[in-house]
């Protein structure tokens, strides 16, 4: 499996989290479709099919990332 470089990573989670906020706040049809969209690269990116888990493994794959914390997966 390709993976995406950590600096592609990191941009998707600054614009899905943004998109986030403003789909929270305002409910705009294009914010959302545009945070649909940011969601699935991300998943695609990350080899995932859900977004709570496209954010997990593209947090891992930063710079820093501390891979052995496990904390975000356990219930």
């Given amino acids: 499996m390709l993976l995406a470089h950590p600096v592609v ?11 986030h906020a403003l ?3 305002n409910g705009t049809q294009e914010a959302r ?3 649909e969209d940011v ?10 099919r859900d977004i709570d888990a496209a954010l997990v493994a593209a947090r891992h794959r930063l710079p820093g990332a501390r891979t052995e914390d496990d904390s975000l997966l356990t219930t």
Avoid: D, P
């Fill in 9 to 19: 990573l990191k941009n998707l989670i600054e614009q899905y989290e943004t998109l």
């Fill in 23 to 25: 789909h929270a706040e």
């Fill in 33 to 35: 479709r545009r945070m």
């Fill in 39 to 48: 969601a699935y690269t991300l998943c695609v990116s990350t080899g995932t």
